[in-house]
């Protein structure tokens, strides 16, 4: 009777083991069991498909002259985030080196999830982010120079963040963050296993398309907020999984994400893996703690999970068989 009682727990043993000698933490064999039943895995855009250290590969300015002013107003404004594209603004001003502006009063820096940040410097409202947070904020429509700087570089797949002082856009930066080198055979990979995998991104959508097609995903969400995100998981989770064949079997949804304005959506996500340098958030939150930066520990995950759960039926069937042989 031993072996039916060990049918279960040495497998998860092993496969929780192999697992972590692959880089990745399981938290629970009931997680373990569900990534093996996987339908559909969404995957954040920024710093899980991308690598999450995006630069700023240009800048512009309404007015040139006030060129240095903006870089360093935006510098005291990004100086707080911890989101990976405040880092890339402030490596650029470092590079650009501009005079630092003596903020003699620097209100509490607002972060808007999933938009960008705000902060009254020196008594004006300086304010960077995503056209969604502008079109909250601005009161003056784009300057043709702005706009045109827009539209060429999201045509080429870059983030376009926007600088307003005082209602008004004076500068734009583009900002490009590079797909993880093997995001598309990571997706190729869960399809050939029946996982489709779906993009949601705080980004704009053309960026989104343009980062989703480079790596085969079809499906996107684009400009929503860390709720929005959540509530797509929810929709999905409501649907029919294509396992269902005559009884209604529920979506299993895994969410990959890396903390940053995603928390809410690995909360409700089945299983909910955080990925690479993860924050304390998305690691708290997380069923899966994929140490490696690199997507395909994704596609590991899953085929652990999978060949974990076959021993389990295997143990099962070999010591009924030996029980009933020698009873
Ligand atoms: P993703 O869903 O791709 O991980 P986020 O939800 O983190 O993206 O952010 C969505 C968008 O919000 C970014 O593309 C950017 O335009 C804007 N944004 C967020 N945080 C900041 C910030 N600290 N500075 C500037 N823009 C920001
Ligand atoms: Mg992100």
């Not at 727990?9 to 496969?15: C, D, L, N, S």
């Not at 991308?50 to 006030?66: D, E, I, M, R, Y």
């Not at 960077?128 to 827009?150: H, P, Y």
């Not at 999201?154 to 080198?181: C, M, Q, R």
């Amino acid at each position: 009777p031993c072996a039916l009682g060990l049918a279960t727990p040495t497998a998860i043993m092993v496969g929780t083991s192999v697992a972590a000698t692959n880089g990745i933490l399981i938290k629970g064999a009931d997680a373990l069991e569900r990534a093996g039943n996987l339908d559909v895995v969404v995957f954040d855009k920024t710093g899980t498909l991308t690598t999450g250290s995006p630069t700023v590969v240009a800048f512009k300015s309404t007015q040139p002259a006030l060129l240095e002013r903006v870089i360093s107003l935006t510098v005291l404004v990004e100086k707080e985030s911890e989101h990976p594209i405040a880092k890339a603004v402030r490596d650029y001003a470092r590079r650009q080196s501009p005079a630092e502006i003596p903020a003699s009063s620097r209100g509490e820096v607002e972060n808007i999830p999933g938009q960008g940040v705000r902060c009254v410097v020196n008594g004006k409202l300086i304010a960077l982010g995503n056209a969604r947070l502008m079109t909250a904020l601005v009161v003056a429509s784009k300057s043709t120079v702005i706009s045109e700087f827009q539209t060429l570089h999201e045509d080429k797949g870059n983030t376009v963040i926007f600088v307003s002082i005082d209602g008004i856009i004076e500068g734009a930066f583009a900002v490009s963050d590079e797909l993880k080198p093997d995001a598309a055979t990571a997706v190729a990979a869960l399809k050939e296993r029946g996982i489709e995998s779906i993009m949601v991104t705080g980004d704009n959508w053309k960026t989104a398309r343009s980062v989703a097609a480079a790596c085969g995903i079809t499906r996107v969400h684009a400009e929503a907020s860390p709720e929005e995100k959540a509530k797509i998981i929810k929709d999905l989770q409501s649907q029919a999984s294509p396992r269902s064949a005559n009884t209604f079997i529920q979506t299993v949804v895994a969410m990959i994400g890396d903390g940053i304005n995603d928390a809410p959506s690995l909360a409700s996500a089945d299983v909910a893996m955080a990925i690479g340098a993860g924050t304390d958030i998305a690691i708290e939150a997380a069923d899966f703690v994929l140490m490696h930066a690199d997507l395909y520990t994704v596609v590991n995950a899953v085929d652990i999970s999978r060949k974990t759960f076959r021993q389990i039926r295997q143990n099962y069937i070999w010591a009924l068989g030996y029980n009933s042989v020698t009873i």
